[in-house]
């Protein structure tokens, strides 16, 4: 390995635990709790070079959101290419949701802060906002794709609507610390109540 091959390795190791230390820092103080001081010292940097590699704590942040979803979003997009109809399309997701949020409890704090702080603008408007939405575009055009398919006359917005509310309602509920086993009968009665909607339709 070269000496440019090097830097870049070391550079790309040091933001990845600037983000790691970040993530528990706001996940269990809260974002406005937590400061770039806090950081640098988790991670056992300098402020000087903490703010080389993030001018604030709001970048920091904006940073862990996009990369964590980006990570979950290829899975998700290479995991429904299969799916045949609607309702395997919300058992997926649903029951991908549950896992995902128990295998990264930080991550999920930091989405639905419940009783802490969290810069939810931030994710609102601007580039971030734009690819965002992107990376939701393949999802709903698969969810679009199904629904044509069952020849239903369930809109596509309608429905997604309802799970994407379903799902961040369930989200909360791990943050509040419902059991595991409490919320995949939960969610095995609601992709019930879908199936049931669907034949009705």
Known sequence: MDTEERHLREKQERIAAILAAAKRLFARRGFQ??????????????????????????????????????????????????LQTPVELVEYLAREHLRQAYLDLDFIRLLFP?????????????????????????????????????????????????????????CHKIVQGYPPEDLQQEVQLFIHIITAYLKRE
Do not use: N
């Not at 988790?42 to 920091?60: H, Q, R, V």
């Not at 940073?63 to 995991?79: T, W």
């Not at 055009?141 to 379903?166: C, G, I, R």
């Open 33 to 82: 709790e937590t400061s770039m001081s806090d950081i640098a010292e988790a991670c056992e940097l300098g402020k000087a070079t903490l703010y080389y590699y993030f001018p604030s704590k709001e970048e920091i942040y904006q940073e862990i959101i996009l990369s964590s979803i980006r990570e979950y979003h290829r899975s998700l997009e290479e995991s429904i290419i299969g």
């Open 114 to 170: 419940v009783g802490k702080s969290a810069p939810g603008h931030l994710l609102q408007h601007g580039s971030v906002a734009r690819e965002l939405q992107a990376m939701r575009t393949p999802i709903q055009q698969k969810m679009q794709e199904l629904l044509v398919k069952s020849d239903t006359e369930v809109d596509t917005e309608t429905f997604s609507s309802l799970l994407w509310s379903y799902i961040s309602g369930l």
